[in-house]
T-cell receptor, first 116, second 114 residues
Framework: GDSVTQMEGPVTLSEEAFLTINCTYT??????LFWYVQYPGEGLQLLLK?????DKGSNKGFEATYRKETTSFHLEKGSVQVSDSAVYFC???????????????FGKGMKLTVNP | GAGVSQSPRYKVAKRGQDVALRCDPI?????LFWYQQALGQGPEFLTY????????KSGLPSDRFFAERPEGSVSTLKIQRTQQEDSAVYLC????????????FGPGTRLTVT
């Protein structure tokens, strides 16, 4: 079945450091790809998405590019802040016309701590 | 506006008891999903509703798990004869309609089976 593999951490960085969180996927067809984030004490929320190959999702200084040739969707940020401390989840979903129900398939998540 | 709400936020059940978990999606959202998140893991899909129709229940782990959304809004996840392995956070998410790609998650219900 479809699956997502991501860096698990935990990872601790200093403020203004560069961040990369690797994510690769296994899926038939053409899934949509997502990064969700869970801040301490809050629910999961969508950070960014890409729905087709070569699309780049971006939000709050984070970016990820849908690479079909490497089945990857790595998350990057050039300069992290203390407020970026959270758990990050990579996920995929498939539309109904691909036999999916738009359910999300998640990776295990990676906890990031950013120190001042 | 109001987001997705879930109740109770915490539930402790003795092994063998039945529990019911409630989800109030964002008003007007057609799609509703339930996920189970074990400690230290990513959420795993349980079931999906489009309005009142349960279109996918492939993730329900056993016939002890049952979900309904009778009027196409509020949903209830029921677990019968709870077991220790049912201990997890149960997340509900809703989205406006199929194809809109963004799911809005509730805070979850943490179920502990003793």
């Amino acid at each position: 079945g479809d699956s997502v593999t991501q860096m698990e951490g935990p990872v601790t960085l200093s403020e203004e450091a560069f961040l990369t969180i690797n994510c690769t996927y296994t899926a038939t067809g053409y899934p949509s790809l997502f990064w969700y984030v869970q801040y301490p004490g809050e629910g999961l929320q969508l950070l960014l998405k890409a729905t087709k190959a070569d699309d780049k999702g971006s939000n709050k200084g984070f970016e990820a590019t849908y690479r079909k040739e490497t089945t990857s969707f790595h998350l990057e940020k050039g300069s992290v802040q203390v407020s970026d401390s959270a758990v990050y989840f990579c996920a995929l979903s498939k539309d109904f016309d691909q036999g999916g129900s738009e359910k999300l398939v998640f990776g295990k998540g990676m906890k990031l701590t950013v120190n001042p | 506006g109001a987001g997705v709400s879930q109740s109770p936020r915490y539930k402790v059940a003795k092994r063998g008891q039945d529990v019911a978990l409630r989800c109030d999606p964002i008003s007007g959202h057609v799609s509703l999903f339930w996920y189970q998140q074990a400690l230290g893991q990513g959420p795993e899909f349980l079931t999906y509703f489009q309005n009142e129709a349960q279109l996918d229940k492939s993730g329900l782990p056993s016939d002890r798990f049952f979900a309904e959304r009778p009027e196409g809004s509020v949903s209830t996840l029921k677990i019968q004869r709870t077991q220790q392995e049912d201990s997890a956070v149960y997340l509900c998410a809703s989205s406006l309609a199929p194809g809109t790609y963004e799911q809005y998650f509730g805070p979850g219900t943490r179920l502990t089976v003793t």
